[in-house]
C-alpha cells in the first residue's frame, strides 16, 4: 500500500522556468493539501483541493502558482517564471473523506532549488 | 483564526532525560491537535493525534501528549529521550476547509 508519492524529489531551475511538482495521493484517499517549508520555518499551506475542485486556495501566492487535481492522475503544483525566493521545500498530504480521526499523510517533498 | 505556537525553537536533552516539547493553541471551536516529527530531508511523519477522545494521547516512539483546555494546550512528552528522537517536531490545530495550520517546529536535540 504506498503512501503518498511525491516526484520530483529534487528540482533545480534556472530563474524565469517553470516547475512542475506532482503528488499522487494514498489509495483511497480524495482530498490533497499543498504545503510550503522555508528553511527554518514551519509549513505554511497552500491548498487544498479534491477531484477538479479547488476548496481553499488562500495560502497560495497571487501570481504565478496554480494547483490542480484532474479527475485521472496526480495533483499538479505549478510554478511559472521561479525566482530565488521560491527555492524551499514542498509538501503534499492526503487525507480520506471522513473527518479529523485520520489526519494526514505527508509525501515526502519535493525540493526546489532555483538557481 | 486557529494558531498554534510552539515554545521554544530548540531544545537539548541528555540520551535518558525527559524530553518536554511545548505547544499552545488558539481555536474558537473545539480542535483536533496533532504532532508531527520530521527527520532530515524527511516528510512529516504522525507522532499522535488528539480528537476529542481521552485526553492524554499515547503515540508511537514511546511519546504522547496531554490535551489541557483551560491552559490551552497540547505539550509533548517522553519520559527517557533517545539519540534517534533528535529530529524536528511540529504541533498542528485543524483550521477551517479541513486544513491543519502549524507551528514553526522545535528542533529536539540529545546529546550522548
Known amino acids: 500500500n504506498a503512501g503518498v508519492m511525491q516526484n520530483p524529489r529534487h528540482l533545480v531551475r534556472r530563474r524565469g522556468q517553470e516547475a512542475r511538482l506532482r503528488c499522487s495521493p494514498m489509495?483511497?484517499?480524495?482530498?490533497v493539501y499543498w504545503y510550503r517549508q522555508l528553511p527554518e520555518e514551519g509549513l505554511k499551506f497552500m491548498v487544498y483541493?479534491?477531484?477538479?475542485?479547488?476548496?481553499?486556495e488562500s495560502g497560495m501566492p497571487k501570481e504565478r502558482f496554480s494547483a490542480e487535481f484532474p479527475k485521472e492522475g496526480p495533483s499538479i503544483l505549478r510554478i511559472q517564471q521561479v525566482v530565488r525566493g521560491d527555492s524551499a521545500a514542498y509538501f503534499c498530504a492526503s487525507s480520506p473523506p471522513t473527518g479529523w480521526d485520520y489526519g494526514y499523510t505527508f509525501g515526502s517533498g519535493t525540493r526546489l532549488t532555483v538557481v | 483564526a486557529q494558531s498554534v505556537t510552539q515554545l521554544g525553537s530548540h531544545v537539548s536533552v541528555s540520551e535518558g532525560a525527559l524530553v518536554l516539547l511545548r505547544c499552545n493553541y488558539s481555536?474558537?471551536?473545539?480542535?483536533?491537535l496533532f504532532w508531527y516529527v520530521q527527520y532530515p530531508n524527511q516528510g512529516l511523519q504522525l507522532l499522535l493525534k488528539y480528537t476529542s477522545a481521552a485526553t492524554l494521547v499515547k503515540g508511537i516512539n514511546g511519546f504522547e501528549a496531554e490535551f489541557k483546555k483551560s491552559e490551552t494546550s497540547f505539550h509533548l512528552t517522553k519520559p527517557s529521550a533517545h539519540m534517534s528522537d533528535a529530529a524536528e517536531y511540529f504541533c498542528?490545530?485543524?483550521?477551517?476547509?479541513?486544513?491543519?495550520?502549524f507551528g514553526t517546529g522545535t528542533r529536539l536535540q540529545v546529546f550522548p
Open positions: 481555536s474558537s471551536v473545539p480542535p483536533y
Open positions: 498542528a490545530v485543524s483550521g477551517d476547509t479541513d486544513k491543519l495550520i
Open positions: 489509495k483511497g484517499h480524495s482530498h
Open positions: 483541493l479534491q477531484k477538479e475542485n479547488i476548496i481553499d
